[in-house]
T-cell receptor
Framework: ETGVTQSPTHLIKTRGQQVTLRCSSQ?????VSWYQQALGQGPQFIFQ???????GRGNFPPRFSGLQFPNYSSELNVNALELDDSALYLCASSPGQPDNYGYTFGSGTRLTVV | AQSVTQLGSHVSVSEGALVLLRCNYSSSVPPYLFWYVQYPNQGLQLLLK??????LVKGINGFEAEFKKSETSFHLTKPSAHMSDAAEYFC????????????FGDGTTLTVKP
């Protein structure tokens, strides 16, 4: 098992820019979720993808969007970056419904918006 | 709506002492409950999960948790703390009403003193 890998590990963007974060899910995992973790807080659910379709979304604006590819890898796109978007972005995969299995998390991408 | 409260943002124990990390949840439907551990600069690792089977759940690294419906609690315990247990611990709740959405608490940082 290779686990969940995310890239890049760190990046710095300017307010108003756009960013794409990437995630390779663990082998055999067909469900991918993205979470935002602000400093000192627990992760907040952004959305989930299953079979290339978004099938669950948290309280995030439409400028947060994503994709899932046939190999179950995923991207998180954020447009019009704001300072408050600075956080650790975590990708998590599951072999099915996360309620039953829990998640395998990646190490995250640390995004800093200046 | 679901929510999680972790009592105590910081807990300190001596090596060999009992570890008790508290978690109370709120859910309008029977919950799925999870404990995750996060080491510095890493993603979250699943310690254990409750999915409506046995109320006492055993996890990795000697941790266990007991689901108590009457108290809406899912406290995490370990009989004897090791230095390697020092990390941040997150309790999470989910249900089947919003695919993939786990709601996390704000975490408890465990310090283990020699």
């Amino acid at each position: 098992e290779t686990g969940v890998t995310q890239s890049p590990t760190h990046l710095i963007k300017t307010r108003g820019q756009q960013v794409t974060l990437r995630c390779s899910s663990q082998s055999g995992h067909n469900t991918v979720s993205w979470y935002q973790q602000a400093l000192g807080q627990g992760p907040q659910f952004i959305f989930q993808y299953y079979r290339e379709e978004e099938n669950g979304r948290g309280n995030f604006p439409p400028r947060f969007s994503g994709l899932q590819f046939p190999n179950y890898s995923s991207e998180l796109n954020v447009n019009a970056l704001e300072l408050d978007d600075s956080a650790l972005y975590l990708c998590a995969s599951s072999p099915g419904q996360p309620d039953n299995y829990g998640y395998t998390f990646g190490s995250g991408t640390r995004l800093t918006v200046v | 709506a679901q929510s999680v409260t972790q009592l105590g943002s910081h807990v300190s124990v001596s090596e060999g002492a009992l570890v008790l990390l508290r978690c109370n949840y709120s859910s309008s439907v029977p919950p799925y409950l999870f404990w995750y551990v996060q080491y510095p600069n890493q993603g979250l690792q699943l310690l254990l999960k409750y999915t409506s089977a046995a109320t006492l759940v055993k996890g990795i690294n000697g941790f266990e948790a007991e689901f108590k419906k009457s108290e809406t609690s899912f406290h995490l315990t370990k009989p004897s703390a090791h230095m390697s247990d020092a990390a941040e611990y997150f309790c999470a709740v989910s249900d089947n009403t919003n695919a993939g959405k786990s709601t996390f608490g704000d975490g408890t940082t465990l310090t283990v003193k020699p």
